[in-house]
């Protein structure tokens, strides 16, 4: 059972340029990434769309795997935004969970 | 019965280019009949319905004095009234005009074989022959009809109807049963798509009324009584003092509106704090003043579920299986109405499938832009809603992370209620409306006669029909006033003449018509002592089902007498030479 964190969602969208919004769970990003992560960016997006704090927390190794190369935003036919969305969730994830970039 | 030793009739047969002489010999046709009793002529066209073709018919109709024509063609649907215009401009009766069709029910249907084809076009031909032989010249019913009109219910599709008449010259009377008019959008404030408030529309509307002098609006008033048909209804109006007034109208326009869905107790959490239908939601937005609280809490989180009280598969009768059509955007429209009051809120959107369709298709983009979360459930895997310590989770799977189960913690649940029939026995029982399936009143064709009902001169307007937005109901109510006005401008209307008689010297009234009459065209008549059926022939549409129940053959439809229909039979079955 996943549990939403409405407040969680709030945090990381005005905190930071977060916005998975238009995501159409297509799936390109997932078979385009080149380290084959086991967290397809869709799911993760998902998570912070619906509040689900727990559940990106568990995967903070796979949002600090990714290699920021754009190759599922280059191809990404809604336009979102995702190495700079992942780039949000490890800035909360410091702020929150690492207590960096306090102030 | 006319006498029809001295028939000068002329029959011409079609080759529709093709279309009917690829399978039928029409020349073979017309030799087979030319010379049949009663037939003066007998000829073939290569396209009956040209100019050319119609002026000959004409020249030859007035040259060998011609009393009646056969036209062997395609379907009277098509060609029909052509043809009977072509009969009154060679100065025939229409009425001593037969349609046969050889294309559609002959050549189209038996290309397998061109003799066949041949021989039934032959006894077919024969058969029109018959029925024009024993026609008789007949005209039109002409009937004066009343420049005003009664319009039931005065929601926005009532009073946007009635002022279309009323801009037309036509008079009009409104009657609303509740105390107050404007009906269900009367109560809305903003509305899709403009965002202007359901409440200020219809108080323009309601001034507009007001400014007008061929316009009577009563409130508090319901219809008693009907009689009379098309062009003059005789009803009664009880009003809000008890005073029953009489009125002749014209036509009469029913837009009575909808009942919002009420869940059934429990069904998802309805009668929990905090469980609202959609439009308790929408009331608490239009009076939200800057802020959205709800029993003095701020409503930080909302939930939606959608598709409740609509497209329900249930196995009872009074299932509601059909889309309520407004309910997806007006749950969007207030999401984002919610959005714009409290930017920060959290709105989770529980559906099905999504139909914001057509132009507010950008309602439901612009939503997910300003952070609405949509979740969609199966109807056989419905959310939950619970309360625990005063605080309502509703608990839904989302395919969207592969069917994990998701908690939502949230101040409000809106049920998105669709819309479902007023039950109004009384009216129906009044106007003799025809109900659907579905519980709303019925047209005669959605697409072809949308407003129309089985009943000459009663139309049907706005959601009394079926599920609409308002501008639908709108535009339906629009179309209403232009059929009233269609109908009641001209001064007259002209009926068609085929319909039943009776013979009063074989009936003894029985009844049995009576009852087999769907349009309650049969009245039971005094007449010298005896009591006899007569046979209104306005509400009459010779549809025939009186006459084969009647027990002393003492009705028949004019145009398909029973001596027609025998000499048909006789000329269908005589052998082809």
């Known amino acids: 059972m996943l549990k939403t964190n409405p407040a969680f969602a709030a945090s990381v969208k005005t905190a930071s340029n977060f916005n998975a919004a238009a995501c159409i769970n297509c799936g390109s990003c997932t078979a385009l990434c080149p380290l084959g992560v ?64 306090k102030g | 019965m006319t006498d029809n030793s001295e028939r000068r009739l002329g029959v011409y047969i079609c080759y529709c280019g093709g279309n009917i002489s690829d ?42 004095k011609l009393d009646g024509i056969v036209i062997a063609s395609c379907s009277p649907k098509l060609h029909l009234n052509t043809f009977k215009a072509m009969a009154e401009r060679a100065g025939l009766n229409p009425y001593q005009y037969t349609q046969v069709n050889i294309r559609e029910q002959c050549s189209w249907a038996h290309t397998h074989s061109k003799d066949a084809a041949t021989e039934k076009a032959i006894r077919l031909v024969r058969a029109g022959i018959a029925r024009t032989a024993l ?5 039109r019913l002409r009937v004066d009809t009343t420049p005003s009109v009664l319009v039931i219910g005065a929601g926005i599709a009532g009073l946007r109807s009635a002022l279309a008449l009323s801009d037309m010259g036509i008079s009009v009377f409104i009657i609303e049963h509740e105390q107050q008019a404007g009906g269900m959008v009367g109560r809305l404030g903003k509305m899709f798509p403009n965002g202007k408030k359901g409440s200020d529309l219809i108080n323009s509307l309601l001034n507009a009324v007001k400014r007008r002098e061929n316009i009577s609006l009563f409130t508090s008033a319901r219809l008693v009584e009907k009689n009379g048909s098309v062009g003059k209804f005789s009803v009664k109006i009880s009003t809000a003092n008890g005073d029953i007034i009489s009125l002749t109208v014209g036509a009469i326009i029913v837009t009575t509106g909808f009942t919002p869905y009420q869940p059934s107790e429990t069904e998802f959490g309805f009668g929990l704090n905090g469980v609202l239908t959609l439009p308790e939601y929408a009331d608490l937005l239009n009076h939200a003043n800057g802020s959205l609280k709800f029993n003095c809490r701020d409503v930080n989180t909302v939930s939606f579920i959608y598709c409740v009280g609509s497209r329900e598969h249930l196995k009872e009768n009074n299932a509601h299986t059909y889309c309520s059509r407004y309910c997806c955007t007006a749950a969007v429209h207030a999401a984002l109405q919610a959005a714009e009051v409290k930017p920060d809120i959290q709105q989770y959107h529980i559906f099905r499938d999504i139909r914001t369709y057509g132009k507010y298709e950008v309602l439901y983009e612009e939503s997910l832009k300003r952070g609405s979360v949509f979740l969609r459930y199966e109807e056989s895997d419905p959310p939950q809603v619970t309360s625990r310590d005063g605080k309502l989770q509703v608990t839904v799977k989302d395919h969207l992370t592969g069917g ?122 005094h007449c010298d002592g005896k009591e006899i059926a007569g046979i ?30 025998t000499s048909m039979i006789d000329a269908l079955a005589r052998e082809v030479a």
């Not at chain 1, 869709?42 to 190369?69: D, H, P």
Request: proline share 6%; hydrophobic share 40%.
């Open chain 2, 23 to 64: 399978y039928v010999d029409v020349e073979k046709v017309a030799d087979a009949v030319r010379n049949d009793p009663f037939v003066a002529a007998a000829r073939t066209n290569m396209f009956t319905c040209s100019d050319a073709a119609q002026h000959d018919m004409i020249t030859e109709i007035q040259e060998k």
């Open chain 2, 135 to 139: 026609m008789r010249p007949l005209n």
């Open chain 2, 404 to 525: 994990d189960e998701i908690e939502i913690n949230t101040d409000l649940v809106v049920l998105v209620t669709g819309m479902t029939p007023t039950a109004n026995s009384d009216l129906v029982n009044i106007l003799k409306l025809p109900i659907g399936k579905d519980g709303f009143y019925n047209e005669i064709h959605p697409k072809l006669k949308p407003v129309e009902t089985v009943i000459d001169g009663l139309f049907i307007a706005g959601t009394a029909q079926g599920p609409k937005t308002a501008s639908e109901s709108v535009a339906s109510s629009m179309a209403a006033a232009s059929k009233v006005a269609g109908l009641l401008l001209k001064g007259y209307i002209d009926l068609e003449p085929l319909v039943a008689r009776v013979d009063a010297s074989l009936c003894t009234w029985c009844g049995a018509c009576e009852k087999a009459c769907p349009y309650g065209a049969v009245q039971h008549l």
């Open chain 1, 38 to 101: 086991d967290l397809h960016p869709r799911t993760l997006f998902r998570y912070v769309l619906i509040g689900a704090e727990e559940k990106l927390l568990e995967n903070t190794s796979v949002i600090y795997s990714c290699l920021l190369c754009r190759m599922c935003e280059d191809n990404c036919p809604a336009d979102v935004p995702i190495a700079e969305n992942i780039r949000s969730l490890r800035s909360y994830i410091n702020r929150t969970r690492f207590g960096l970039m």
């Open chain 2, 536 to 565: 209104d022939p306005v509400l009459c549409k010779g549809e025939g089902g009186c006459v084969p129940v009647c027990p002393y053959n003492a009705i028949e439809v004019e145009g398909y007498t029973n001596k027609q229909i």
